[in-house]
T-cell receptor, first 112, second 114 residues
Framework: SQQGEEDPQALSIQEGENATMNCSYK?????LQWYRQNSGRGLVHLIL?????REKHSGRLRVTLDTSKKSSSLLITASRAADTASYFC????????????FGSGTQLTVLP | DGGITQSPKYLFRKEGQNVTLSCEQN?????MYWYRQDPGQGLRLIYY???????QKGDIAEGYSVSREKKESFPLTVTSAQKNPTAFYLC?????????????FGPGTRLTVL
């Protein structure tokens, strides 16, 4: 079952603005990952944050993790039209580190 | 050029037919996965394999079958028992370690049942 849920389900912003997406989960984790999916394509791994990390950066991406609130956020700064995609969080389900459970995703639209 | 490939990109099937979707990787990954994605939804795990000649059911295995005879290949058969097979199917692979479970995805196969 899907135990990672993103919000908002859809987000529309202007180019240059920042986009923030949130992910909540229910059980303890040892890592959480964010993926991006362009329409009709496979997913691409963006970033992995471990349970002992609070924040991680990769280019214009910033991910935070709050294990006490069981939530994570993905911030895309200075967004571009090319950032338009669906963004998913994923985490190993309880009891198995080898699988990933994906959330339902946030559809981000960046308007030029 | 390392990666994971899926074929075909589009597949049409008549009701009652079995079809097999191909997934190949040259990343030397031990683990491989099949997911189903419906419009506007996230991914649901169908089957996964941690090692050659072994595979496990995921959350929605009914109506599907897999094999893992080679490390590089993990074909998925959608059988006539799958009641609503029209969907986007994604294959993925990973190194398979406990601390390194980043998954690499293929481009997907869109299956339509006519």
């Amino acid at each position: 079952s899907q135990q990672g849920e993103e919000d908002p389900q859809a987000l529309s912003i202007q180019e240059g603005e920042n986009a923030t997406m949130n992910c909540s989960y229910k059980t303890s984790i040892n890592n959480l990952q964010w993926y991006r999916q362009n329409s009709g394509r496979g997913l691409v791994h963006l970033i992995l944050i471990r349970s002992n990390e609070r924040e991680k950066h990769s280019g214009r991406l910033r991910v935070t993790l709050d294990t006490s609130k069981k939530s994570s956020s993905l911030l895309i700064t200075a967004s571009r039209a090319a950032d338009t995609a669906s963004y998913f969080c994923a985490r190993p389900p309880s009891g198995s580190a080898r699988q990933l459970t994906f959330g339902s995703g946030t559809q981000l639209t960046v308007l030029p | 050029d390392g990666g994971i490939t899926q074929s075909p990109k589009y597949l049409f099937r008549k009701e009652g037919q079995n079809v097999t979707l191909s997934c190949e990787q040259n990343l030397n990954h031990d683990a491989m996965y099949w997911y189903r994605q419906d419009p506007g939804q996230g991914l649901r795990l169908i089957y996964y394999s941690q090692i050659v000649n072994d595979f496990q059911k995921g959350d929605i295995a009914e109506g599907y079958s897999v094999s893992r005879e080679k490390k590089e290949s993990f074909p998925l058969t959608v059988t006539s028992a799958q009641k609503n097979p029209t969907a986007f199917y994604l294959c993925a692979s990973s190194i398979g370690g406990l601390d390194n479970n980043e998954q690499f995805f293929g481009p997907g196969t869109r299956l339509t049942v006519l």
